[in-house]
């Protein structure tokens, strides 16, 4: 059965950092991609970092500069280290592994409050 267990939210001072932790388990075949997405109150939720299994990057224009996704594979888990918060990046912070086009998994969400 596959786990994705996100953790590291919490609640931050803007300008301050916090670091998500997305740890997979029972996970047979390697993810084409890893992303952290994240959902506010009334809002869709968005892409806002993505690794894929040959190491490349892409991250939302609002998290550009600030935000860091990386993995550790002798952990299956992936991170998002988050700088510089804002007041806008409130919300569920979702972990998702891509294992084909038409199959992925989620994680249960880790809350992220950034006070102004």
């Known amino acids: 059965q596959v786990h994705l267990v996100e953790s590291g939210g919490g609640l931050v001072q803007a300008g301050g950092s916090l670091r998500l932790s997305c740890v997979a388990s029972?996970?047979?075949?390697?993810?084409?991609?890893v992303g952290w997405y994240r959902q506010a109150p009334g809002n869709q939720r968005e892409l806002v970092a993505v690794i894929t299994s040959g190491g490349s990057t892409n991250y939302a224009d609002s998290v550009k500069g600030r935000f860091t996704i990386s993995r550790d594979n002798a952990k299956n888990t992936v991170y998002l280290q988050m700088n510089s918060l804002k007041p806008g990046d409130t919300a569920v912070y979702y972990c998702?592994?891509?294992?084909?086009?038409?199959?992925?998994?989620w994680g249960q969400g880790t809350q992220v409050t950034v006070s102004s």
């Open positions: 998702n592994a891509e294992i084909t086009s038409t199959l992925s998994y």
């Open positions: 029972g996970i047979i075949i390697s993810p084409r991609s």
